[in-house]
């Protein structure tokens, strides 16, 4: 593969750690800790019906009502200002993984041009990089908010391309979620998947042009 110009990561569970979620889960739900997966995939699930139905709800709203209905699902009441406090209060305050700031300052020694794309928003967005000590190491950060259409769906992907001046072929996108390499791939990026716990490729798609377990084993086959 050739040396791509910029580098987009996407950012919840790629360079962001959820544990912190999982326990204000578990605080707000009985046993809540279980449902951090079916919460995270409730949320990914009614963010693509809202943009393949032409709506759009903010992606804290959306988690916070995924929140509700993962608890009326259980059998849970819960109150909705709990469920918000529990999402909107947490997702600015997730660390970054081990291995991201060390991988992020070598990949910032490249000529290439470090970017983010995230579903969350763009004040949300701003907040996590800034609590997480991120920002100084992204050239921009991109939020789905600017198209209105949440990834894997293509718009996110080519207005990135569009206002960093580049093809397609010459980005590389960078996550732990393989719905969000399949959308990259589609309009003809490079893709990396990071394979964080329990993060699994999608055996039917074309595969990911790098797959590791970490960052810096993918700073390594970008041959810095």
């Keep these: 593969m050739q040396m791509p110009k910029v580098i987009i990561f996407d950012v919840n569970e790629t360079l962001l750690d959820l544990a912190p979620l999982r326990y204000s889960v578990g605080q707000a739900l009985p046993d809540g800790e279980q ?6 995939s409730t949320m990914l699930h009614y963010s693509l019906v809202e943009t393949l139905s032409g709506d759009y709800h903010g992606f804290g709203e959306i988690g916070t009502a995924a929140l509700m209905m993962v608890a009326a699902s259980k059998g849970i009441e819960l109150d909705p200002e709990v469920a918000s406090e529990a999402i909107a209060g947490t997702i600015t305050k997730l660390p970054a993984h081990p291995d991201v700031v060390p991988a992020l300052q070598t990949l ?6 470090l970017v983010s794309l995230s579903n969350s928003s763009k004040a949300g967005l701003a907040a996590q990089f800034e609590y ?5 190491y992204f050239d921009r950060c991109f939020s789905v908010e600017d198209v209105r259409a949440y990834k894997p ?3 996110p992907y080519r207005w990135v391309l569009e206002q960093m001046g580049v093809q397609a072929e010459d980005a590389l996108m960078v996550a732990a979620h393989a719905w969000d390499l399949a959308g990259a791939k589609a309009v003809g990026m490079q893709t990396a998947f990071i394979q964080r716990p329990g993060a699994v490729a999608y055996p039917l798609g074309a595969q990911p042009d ?3 377990k970490n960052l810096p084993q993918l700073v390594d086959l970008l041959d810095v």
């Design 153 to 155: 769906d293509p718009r």
């Design 132 to 136: 997480a000590g991120l920002t100084k």
């Design 210 to 212: 790098y797959i590791v």
């Design 35 to 40: 449902y951090l997966s079916l919460w995270f």
């Design 108 to 113: 910032a020694k490249l000529d290439a041009r």
